[in-house]
């Protein structure tokens, strides 16, 4: 086992690999009635395992999935094997989950650790300045920032996407966002609360 990565959708810790398998078991103990021998046993699941095996050229469809005993225990799953996971537990999961093993697969974020208030503290001046540019509040910037990350509180952050809200924070203080940082925001409001409400965002807004 590779040295994991621990992110966080709405305060629930999901643990994943370098290589973006994740620990099936501890994620279905959120979603109630949800257990991950009932979906390996169902005859669709054997289907697309065995499907999903030839394509990545392997003989036998038990190498997607990883057993492991003691701490952090349970079924790992293949990342492609785990996306369909994740929306048998709930579609808004699984969205946030494609994202997430997406930019690990990418190397999109290069430091995973947590970050520190210290580490986060150019974040935040950027924050300030871009509300004072924008003459928004403080509060929404934050908050426009967290969303594009797919966080729910700043204090999730790694130290990578430190560096990627910052630059966020950059063009919204320039007036230089781009329509992927809408859609960015859109989506992952979707996938952190159930939800895509009109979002007020720099005087615009993106539509449901």
Not at 40 to 58: G, H, I, V
Not at 151 to 180: A, H, I, K, N
Request: some cysteine.
């Amino acid at each position: 086992m590779t040295q994991l990565i621990t992110l966080e959708y709405d305060g629930m810790p999901v643990d994943f690999t370098g290589e973006a398998w994740f620990n099936a078991t501890e994620v279905a103990k959120k979603f109630p009635g949800k257990r991950v021998d009932n979906w390996l046993a169902n005859a669709e699941t054997e289907r697309y395992m065995a499907a999903l095996a030839r394509s990545l050229n392997s003989l036998n469809s038990r190498d997607l999935i990883r057993t492991r005993r003691g701490g952090k225990g349970g079924t790992w799953m293949h990342p492609k094997l785990g996306v369909a996971f994740a929306r048998w537990l709930d579609v808004n999961f699984s969205v946030w989950c494609d994202m997430q093993i997406d930019q690990i697969l990418r190397g999109r974020i290069a430091d995973w650790r947590r970050s520190t208030v210290e580490e986060r503290f150019d974040m935040t001046i950027g924050a300030m300045k871009a509300a004072h540019a924008r003459r928004k509040p403080w509060s929404h910037v934050m908050g426009w920032g967290n969303r594009w990350a797919g966080v729910t509180r700043s204090r999730y952050l790694s130290v990578g996407l430190v560096r990627e809200v910052g630059g966020f924070y950059g063009r919204v203080e320039t007036r230089s966002e781009t329509p992927d940082d809408l859609a960015r925001i859109e989506v992952n409001s979707i996938a952190l609360y159930g939800e895509s409400p009109q979002l007020p965002l720099l005087g615009m807004v993106v539509a449901k």
